[in-house]
């Protein structure tokens, strides 16, 4: 029973490091009329039926939340070549009146690339989207003229200027890689054999004579 039991567990736990999910980590709003008026970063969970886009949140926060983990793309988008395999999570800022906001969002995985126009949002919404989120998507879905921003490593700086309809962005960060299947079978053939080790050394015992 303890063979099994090893290599049980060691196959949960190859699972649990393959698919792995990079996520948001943290983020704050710095600088900007939306952080002079009390505006913070906030990290979302949406739950189902959740709407993003056209003045659906009306906030003088930065939000973001994790979309869909460990895609891989069908078609090259954003500088990414197609068979790239992402993490997609989703930023945007959404005031009522025209605010400035300025911070950053810091993701467990490097960045790969971010989406911040229409047609690229449009055409991955059904491949990365988080499936609890209705996106809407309108004529000024993305950035403007008066948007920016870099990358460093993993973390998004952001410098946004918004009011109707806000600034949405899809952040593309790489994804843990996944042993190939021979990998897995080598590995857990080997769990295997240090089980069944453990089980024939308990089935040897010691015998002791008496003169």
Known sequence: ????????????????????????????????????????FEQLNPAPGFTVGNNHQQSNNLFAFDEQQGVTLLSAV???AAGTVV??????????????????????GDILGVLSDKSDMDMTDMLLGNANVNYVSVAL??????????????????????????DYIRVLTAAP??????????????FGLVGGAMRRRRKVTTQVSYA
Request: hydrophobic share 45%.
């Open 1 to 40: 029973m303890q063979k099994y039991l090893v290599t049980a567990a060691a196959v949960g736990a190859l699972f649990t490091a393959g698919s792995a999910n990079a996520a948001v980590v943290m983020g704050e709003l710095t600088g900007g009329t939306a952080f002079d008026n009390g505006g913070v």
């Open 87 to 108: 993490n997609s999570h989703y930023v945007f800022f959404d005031p009522g009146p025209s605010l400035r906001g300025i911070g950053y969002v810091d993701f467990d």
């Open 177 to 190: 890689a996944v042993p190939e299947p021979s990998t897995w079978a080598m590995m857990i053939g080997g």
């Open 141 to 166: 879905r993305g950035l403007e003229a008066a948007d920016s921003f870099n990358i460093v490593g993993n973390r998004l700086n952001v410098n946004f200027r918004a009011s109707s309809p806000g």
């Open 78 to 80: 954003g500088g990414l």
